[in-house]
């Protein structure tokens, strides 16, 4: 089998490193940082993300164990539901930075070579062009370089990420012995969640507003803490005393692609972000990017192909990309509609999406990795 290149260093591509390497395949990854580090923020990773990372050997950094999801209201904090952990098996909050770690751990034990700081600017066939005017020809490239990523231009033709008119902002916060789930609080064109990381020690906050002003170059940047409380100034309650502890945020404007129509062409292929960017109203890019990585390296080492591996996940990112971008809609009901939706989660009449088929999903029994 010909030696594998990752093109990104993110979850999905150092999880398609260790799963190839456990297949035996040589891989190496090229990344553009000069240092594997994650802002301050979060990840839920759920039971299908979890299965992956087990049969990779990855423990699960410093996890807190979710009991739920509670859906508030965004003014007082009035508790509409209690959505009960998934049938399928918990989910965790974990640190990005820590997750991240414990992948490239897991990486190095297994030899996986990684080149850092070495930034591709355009993929052409097998040929990688690099920023410092060096090239290289690979036998098999993956693309796992993300939403803005050069292997997908290559793979679909040129096309432009779009904003989605949703920026999320994200801070941590020193944790006050909030409970162990995830707090969703739903007001009119934004919501803010709300979950503890690190052991307890820390408290995540993600925050959405719609936002149709976005003009700069850059889709993440520094945010400011006082600008942040003022975008969320109606929310009330434990929301408003978390914003109150933010002294550093970052911003994140919102870009998505279809779901790339073309998963490979010849020995080139997308993973992760770079074939199905997602919104992150189900929590599930991540995972999705942890069930591609296990399905592809499974593929190569049976000599199934690219096909195979495109056959199998795409409707899979195609369902759950949908469902994510659907929650972007209830979360940010407007008067009077949220109230009538509220009430009618409330009182039964409406139950709340069953998201089961998300989190059973078992990408290592699609297609076991030994050959
Ligand atoms: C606010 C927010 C909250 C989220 N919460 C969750 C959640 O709770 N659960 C979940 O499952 N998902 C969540 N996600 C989604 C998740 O973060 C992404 O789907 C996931 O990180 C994608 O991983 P990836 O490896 O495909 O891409 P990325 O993480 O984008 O990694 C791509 C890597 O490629 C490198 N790269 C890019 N271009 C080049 C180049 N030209 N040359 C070399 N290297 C390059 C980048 O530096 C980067 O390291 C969230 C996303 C957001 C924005």
């Not at 290289?136 to 231009?153: F, Q």
């Not at 009119?188 to 979950?195: A, D």
């Amino acid at each position: 089998m010909a030696d594998v290149t990752v093109l990104g260093a993110g979850i999905g591509g150092l999880a398609l490193a260790c799963a190839l390497s456990q297949c035996g395949l040589s891989v190496r990854v090229i990344e553009q940082a000069p240092e594997l580090a994650e802002v301050g923020a979060g990840i839920q990773i759920s039971r299908n993300g979890v299965r992956v990372l087990q049969a990779l050997g990855v423990p699960l950094p410093a996890p807190v164990q979710s009991h739920g999801t509670e859906l508030r209201d965004w003014a007082r904090g009035r508790l509409v539901l209690t959505v009960p952990p998934p049938a399928a098996g918990p989910t965790w909050y974990v640190h990005r930075a820590d997750l991240l770690a414990a992948l490239r751990s897991r990486a190095a034990a297994r030899g996986v070579v990684l080149e850092l700081g070495r930034r591709a600017v355009a993929v052409e066939g097998n040929r990688i062009d690099f920023a410092d005017g060096a090239s290289e020809t690979v036998d098999v490239l993956i693309g796992a370089d993300g939403v803005h990523g050069v292997t997908r231009p290559f793979v679909n033709g040129p096309s432009q990420a779009r904003f989605t008119r949703q920026v999320a902002w994200r801070a941590l916060v020193p944790a006050r012995g909030e409970p162990a789930v995830a707090q969703l609080w739903m007001g009119p064109g934004r919501h803010m969640v709300l979950y503890p990381l690190r052991s307890g020690r820390l408290l995540n906050i993600v925050a959405v507003e719609e936002r149709r002003d976005w003009t700069d170059d850059s889709w993440r940047q520094a945010g400011d803490p006082t600008d942040m409380r003022a975008r969320f100034a109606g929310f009330g309650g434990a929301a408003r005393a978390a914003l109150e502890r933010v002294d550093a945020a970052h911003l994140w404007a919102l870009h998505l692609h279809p779901v790339a129509d073309r998963w490979h062409r010849g020995s080139v292929a997308l993973l992760g972000d770079a074939a199905h960017p997602t919104l992150p109203f189900l929590a599930q890019g991540a995972c999705l990017a942890l069930e591609d990585a296990w399905v592809l390296a499974a593929c190569l080492a049976r000599g199934q192909g690219l096909d195979r591996y495109e056959a199998l996940r795409k409707p899979r990112a195609q369902a759950v990309v949908a469902a994510a971008g659907r929650n972007a809609w209830r979360f940010h009901l407007r008067t009077p509609l949220r109230q009538v939706a509220q009430l009618a989660l409330r009182s039964g009449l409406v139950p709340p999406p069953d998201f089961g088929w998300v989190h059973d999903y078992d990408a290592t029994a699609a297609v076991p990795s030994s050959p």
